[in-house]
């Protein structure tokens, strides 16, 4: 079974690029088509070497719309070539050679399921779990699992956007990704709505890695807000779980550099109640 596409989100980091394809193409099992969104809009020409003697298909998009924007471009050329699954990578994901394999049989055996993903370990600290899945609370509060399936598979509630495979079956029924956050929450908003319409979200014990980055407070409080009003969680119980989670990366921030960015917090909120979504340029 070869039956994928492979989606790789740059943002102006080739020699980056360069390394994802590569691994992609010591994949035991080859895709059957490769997608770049360049979304810093630059990306070298001759980045795109061949995965499995096919050129990539190179889709520029210098106003950078974001994760899920990109994810629903990859989606149309797996919809116009009639491919069934979409792996997706960030520019900085480092993945095993039976990654694919090992997504592909679960997605072919459990036929309920929507998304796969590896477990992701730190790059910097290889042998330390980032991620191998996550939980969403009531009020919308994500957190990640951190310790490697026990069973060699675990359902969850989400999994990290960084390296995961999709059933593109499962993101069609859900209207495919929602665009309207930045920087984060595109993961746990799309398990969230397969699980609404059916679909499972599974872990796996195949390793992967990513060094993770650091959000803006004012983004993270803003797009949990978002989430919590699409999905209708209740806003006494959705605004207890924002506030606390600002509450706690106000601690941590205080501790870090003695500042106290409260006003970050705030905005996200107040932008959350504008409905304003996307990247924020002021």
């Not at 191998?132 to 956007?161: E, N």
């Not at 999709?166 to 969230?192: K, N, P, S």
């Amino acid at each position: 079974m070869s039956d994928y596409a492979a989606l790789i989100i740059g943002y102006r980091r080739p020699d980056l690029v360069r390394e994802v394809l590569a691994r992609l193409d010591s994949q035991v099992i080859p895709c059957a088509q490769v997608i770049i969104v360049d979304n810093g809009g630059d990306l070298p020409e001759d980045v795109l070497s061949d995965v499995g003697g096919r050129t990539p298909v190179l889709i520029r998009r210098g106003d950078n719309p974001g994760y899920g924007a990109a994810v629903n471009l990859a989606l149309e050329v797996c919809e116009q070539q009639g491919i069934e699954n979409l792996l997706v990578l960030t520019h900085d994901a480092w993945f095993e050679q039976n990654l694919s394999a090992r997504m592909l049989n679960a997605l072919e055996h459990m036929s309920d399921v929507g998304a796969v993903a590896p477990t992701l370990y730190w790059v910097s600290r290889p042998e330390v779990v980032f991620s191998a899945g996550g939980v969403l609370t009531k009020g919308g509060r994500a957190y990640h699992h951190v310790s490697v399936p026990a069973s060699g598979l675990r359902d969850v509630d989400w999994v990290d956007g960084a390296v995961v495979m999709y059933r593109t079956q499962a993101l069609r029924e859900i209207g495919g990704m929602e665009e309207m956050y930045f920087l984060y929450f595109e993961d746990v908003d799309t398990g969230w709505a397969l699980k609404q319409h059916g679909w499972r979200t599974v872990v796996l014990d195949v390793r992967a890695a990513q060094e993770p980055g650091a959000h803006p407070l004012r983004l993270g409080v803003r797009n949990m807000a978002l989430f919590a009003r699409k999905a209708g969680l209740g806003r006494v119980r959705s605004t207890f779980a924002v506030g606390r989670r600002a509450a706690e990366e106000l601690i941590v921030a205080w501790r870090r550099t003695g500042n106290v960015p409260a006003r970050e917090a705030w905005n996200g909120w107040r932008d959350a109640r504008a409905g304003r979504t996307g990247k924020i340029d002021d």
